[in-house]
């Protein structure tokens, strides 16, 4: 029988690192220069980029990121308090919009992460919590969500040639008119909550946005063990550090369920630990090292489909659009491309080897995951091939 791959290739399950934050920023709060790193120093020697380079991608080369981008200078970090700071929006510097077209080129995307992030209720005071509103909580109106959507879109496309398909509310906070904003911006996906959780079968708006999940946290493994900097929090954490080896064996498990029921996983970074309130922030490359070795050891061996976010719901949207039928020599998969993508690839599976031949031009199968696979590229329309089933 011939079936569509949940996955592309027939991967088990797909898998994508996502770092929020990326910005064009620095502030001088620690002595290694790439604590400090927010992207402004690039991928030199030194940056937050070539320290993730050497501690996981050197190891790890098959790892792809999606980067979730403020396009104005990022507002959390606050120039009243008692840290050098500097920050430049998308497009103010080359050598970052050089440094976003390498990560591209990499094969990792750029998504969109609001422009300036919010902004603080009292700028005179270096915290957080009560004192910041997040960027969607500001939108009072849904055209004043959407031109400000809209604004980043346009320059990243005039920054880094890149059209922004998906992004991610600023901090997970949105209010009622926010699936609005993103429904009449037409995004292809949006990373709508902050609830580590697996189902990756939601959309909203009438045009179907593919709410993309977030299924596990980067820290995951070291997160009874690690320094806050916050005083308190650090109280309660000097006898839960204990209970690190007993929790990690609930996030393996965690893990494994993703993998063995084919579910996105998806793993949530920062991309600096410095705040200007001088804690270290939540889940971010620096302080989690050790926990995403823990995460892309365990994936290692497994067959997972290292892919961006764009790259995984594409392939869902095909896969969902695609209707396969066949007789007794033919295989028609009729496909719905009202989002007009390009470069729409569909995976067949069959227990057999089989093959398949469009015009002169024949796929073979590969034993893939079990199954004999071929991936073949698809149009807006009818899709006829010609099909031979050989004997395993």
Request: proline residues 3%; contains cysteine; charged residues 20%.
């Amino acid at each position: 029988m011939f079936k569509i791959a949940a996955w592309y290739d027939n991967y088990q399950a797909p898998a994508v690192l996502m770092i929020d934050d990326l910005s064009d920023a620095y502030i001088d709060l620690y002595p290694e220069s790439y604590k400090n790193d927010w992207g402004y120093l690039g991928d030199q020697e030194g940056s937050a980029y070539h320290f993730l380079q050497q501690e996981l991608l050197d190891f790890y080369p098959d790892i792809k990121i999606t980067f979730f981008i403020p396009y104005l200078r990022h507002g959390i970090l606050n120039e009243n308090c008692n840290y050098p700071i500097q920050k430049y929006a998308l497009g103010e510097r080359l050598e970052y919009q050089q440094f976003l077209q390498k990560l591209i080129a990499s094969g990792h995307e750029i998504a969109h992460h609001g422009s300036n992030h919010g902004r603080y209720v009292n700028p005179n005071l270096c915290t957080v919590g009560q004192n910041w509103i997040h960027e969607w909580a500001l939108f009072d109106t849904v055209e004043k969500g959407v031109n400000v959507t809209q604004k980043g879109i346009e320059l990243f496309k005039q920054t880094t040639g890149v059209t922004i398909v998906g992004g991610k509310y600023c901090g997970y906070v949105a209010i009622q008119n926010s699936a609005e904003i993103i429904d009449q911006c037409n995004f292809l996906y949006w990373c709508d909550n902050g609830h580590y959780q697996s189902n990756d079968t939601h959309y909203f708006g009438k045009n179907r946005i593919f709410s993309f999940p977030t299924s596990f946290a980067g820290n995951k493994f070291i997160r009874l063990s690690y320094i806050t900097g916050d005083a308190s929090r650090d109280r309660q954490k000097r006898y839960m550090k204990y209970l690190q080896p007993l929790y990690n064996l609930l996030a393996y498990y965690q893990l494994y369920q993703l993998y063995k029921h084919r579910k996105i996983i998806s793993i949530q970074e920062h991309i600096s630990p410095s705040t200007t309130w001088g804690t270290v922030q939540s889940s971010n490359i620096v302080t989690d090292i050790k926990s995403l070795n823990k995460i892309f050891g365990f994936l290692c061996p497994r067959n997972i489909w290292y892919a961006t976010c764009a790259e995984i719901a594409t392939y869902r949207y095909i896969k969902e659009n695609s209707i396969l039928e066949w007789d007794s020599n033919k295989l028609t998969i009729y496909f719905t491309n009202t989002r007009k993508l390009s470069e729409t690839v569909l995976s067949i599976t069959h227990q057999n080897p089989f093959s398949l031949q469009q015009e002169c031009v024949i796929y073979h199968s590969e034993q893939k995951n079990g199954l004999q696979t071929v991936n073949i590229p698809i149009t807006d329309g009818y899709n006829e091939f010609e099909y031979t089933i050989k004997d395993n």
